[in-house]
């Protein structure tokens, strides 16, 4: 094996990887394959209609199989890349994100692109955990806020960049380049992370919690569905009530395994820690804020200012490129030592509030109005998002590293499905009770407009709609404010208290050693 694959892991600044940037670089373009297949698939929709005969339930079950099978392994994949090594896992990783891709574009059923979209789910987990641990190890102090800030800042440019490169492929290519251009990518970051990566993994050998990790699956899996079924199925529907009673149920059975087990995969003992409270909080609000507002931003610019989908990737832009032009400066790291990480959070997710809010009163009548409100909450993701992943890994004992990055990223999931859940809810809601008689009992903005008769019960529909769309960017402002108010408490007073003693002492409750990794 190579020498920089071969060296010891020294988190001191006189022991610095010297291949560091270029691993960062290596592991973002595998984050970020990651995070354009949430989004890609979206535009292919009717191609895939078309060419294969997908049904709509085919077609959610494309998009969903992903989601569904990524976020029920992140705690497990996270448990493994510590116990079995990060740069063996995130090696099998993309492994498995590039065979299934290939299966995908080789498939000729809708059943097949279903099953490879769930290999590739596989894979992404793997990748999640992998990534945020490697940097976790790879980085010292002073240098990890900048690191983790641009790796946070893959998740914005994919979010913003699946839609316009799918939208591409397809205006030139069939609908499997969507999935042909990861080859590629996969092998070449397949062979750097081989090259240059060095391994790491925890000390002892702790046994694999089998059961724990079962439950974690069926807990998340099925509370993600339920989340991801809502809006379509009626969130009182059996289909949904019976998912999410699964879901709890096997979450709650899960804590309990985690409290009694020897050897748990996710030590609950963490959850004494304040400032892992503080985070975890935080971390939940700012996903809340991102995954609603992107759902009623899209839903703003199409049906109320009435642009069509390229149209509106284009005018969301620039959010994600305010994120990116922080986090890769490193504007937002230098303001660490200054705002410490509670005055990061706080100004970050009061920034993403007001942003919110500047949309949902200015933007109402045009673009120039949610212009602002885009950049502000631009500033406010690149602020509080890398600090809350810090904050999140640093209470955790550095050979915990993968389960502490599956932890952040089921956050991420479980924090933008519930955004959308509840933002989703109170739009329906309010736009319910503002549509005129003739309207009256429609759910939906066009099943609305096919009952009008007249320009101004039309009008009065969209209105109804835009108002909805405007109380639920209000109410997403205020819970993001306020959950940047307690996290910010809650991290304040874990510092004043113990600082990083909290952390020392779930390392003591949880018998992890102190030591972060054995390098291999």
């Known amino acids: 094996m190579p020498a920089v694959a071969s060296q010891s892991i020294d988190l001191q600044p006189t022991g610095r990887?010297?291949?560091?940037w270029l691993i960062l670089a290596v592991i973002c373009v595998a984050q970020l394959t990651v995070v354009l297949d949430n989004t890609v698939l979206n535009v292919a929709i009717p191609s895939l209609t078309r060419e294969l005969g997908a049904t709509t339930a085919d077609v959610q079950w494309m998009i969903n199989a992903y989601s569904l099978v990524q976020s029920g392994l992140l705690l497990t994949a996270g448990n493994?890349?510590?116990?079995?090594?990060?740069?063996?896992?995130?090696?099998?990783?993309?492994?498995?994100?590039?065979?299934a891709s290939l299966g995908a574009t080789l498939a000729q059923s809708p059943g097949q692109v279903i099953a490879a979209r769930a290999g590739m789910g596989v894979g992404g987990a793997l990748l999640v955990t992998t990534t945020l641990a490697v940097v976790m190890q790879i980085f010292d102090d002073q240098e990890r806020p900048k690191a983790i800030g641009i790796w946070s800042s893959v998740n914005s440019l994919g979010l913003a960049a699946g839609p316009l490169i799918g939208g591409t492929l397809l205006d030139h290519f069939w609908w499997g380049s969507l999935f042909l251009v990861n080859l590629p990518v996969a092998v070449l970051a397949l062979v750097a992370t081989v090259t240059l990566v060095p391994e790491s993994k925890s000390r002892g050998g702790d046994r694999p919690?089998?059961?724990?990790?079962?439950?974690?699956?069926?807990?998340?899996?099925?509370?993600?569905?339920a989340i991801i079924s809502g809006p379509d199925a009626g969130w009182l529907s059996g289909q949904v009530l019976v998912?999410?009673?699964?879901?709890?149920?096997?979450?709650?059975?899960?804590?309990?395994?985690?409290?009694?087990?020897?050897?748990?995969?996710?030590?609950?003992?963490?959850?004494?820690?304040?400032?892992?409270?503080?985070?975890?909080?935080?971390?939940?609000?700012?996903?809340?804020?991102?995954?609603?507002?992107?759902f009623l931003i899209t839903q703003h610019l199409?049906?109320?200012?009435?642009?069509?989908?390229l149209e509106a990737g284009l005018r969301m832009a620039p959010l994600a490129t305010t994120v990116i032009l922080i986090n890769f400066t490193g504007l937002g790291a230098r303001l660490v030592p200054k705002l410490g990480t509670p005055g990061m959070i706080v100004s970050g997710?009061?920034?993403?509030?007001?942003?919110?809010?500047?949309?949902?009163?200015?933007?109402?009548?045009?673009?120039?109005g949610m212009l602002l409100g885009l950049i502000m909450m631009g500033v406010g993701i690149a602020l509080a998002m890398p600090t809350m992943a810090n904050a999140i890994m640093s209470s955790i004992p550095p050979a915990k590293a993968g389960v502490g990055a599956g932890v952040n990223g089921t956050l991420m999931e479980f924090g933008q499905g519930l955004g959308v859940a509840v933002l989703g809810a109170v739009l329906t809601s309010r736009f319910v009770a503002l549509l005129p008689l003739a309207a009256a009992g429609a759910a939906s903005l066009p099943a609305a407009l096919d009952r009008t008769r007249t320009g101004a019960e039309r009008t009065a529909v969209h209105d109804a709609?835009?108002?909805?769309?405007?109380?639920?960017?209000v109410v997403g402002a205020a819970a993001v404010f306020l959950g940047g108010l307690i996290a910010a408490v809650l991290l304040r007073r874990a510092e004043r208290t113990n600082g990083d003693g909290d952390a020392q002492s779930t390392d003591a409750q949880s018998g992890a050693q102190p030591a972060a990794a054995v390098p291999e």
Request: proline share 3%; charged share 10%; aromatic share 10%.
């Open 209 to 225: 919690d089998l059961l724990g990790a079962l439950l974690s699956m069926i807990g998340m899996v099925g509370v993600v569905f």
């Open 80 to 99: 493994s890349a510590d116990r079995y090594g990060r740069k063996k896992m995130l090696a099998v990783g993309l492994l498995f994100f590039g065979l």
């Open 243 to 294: 998912s999410a009673a699964i879901g709890i149920l096997g979450l709650a059975a899960f804590t309990l395994w985690e409290l009694h087990v020897p050897h748990p995969m996710l030590d609950m003992h963490f959850f004494r820690n304040r400032r892992f409270i503080g985070a975890v909080s935080g971390g939940i609000l700012v996903a809340f804020g991102m995954g609603g507002s992107a």
């Open 302 to 309: 199409q049906l109320v200012l009435g642009y069509g989908p």
């Open 349 to 368: 997710m009061s920034l993403l509030a007001a942003g919110l809010a500047a949309i949902a009163l200015l933007g109402s009548h045009g673009y120039s």
């Open 17 to 20: 990887n010297p291949a560091r």
């Open 465 to 473: 709609f835009a108002s909805g769309i405007g109380t639920s960017q």
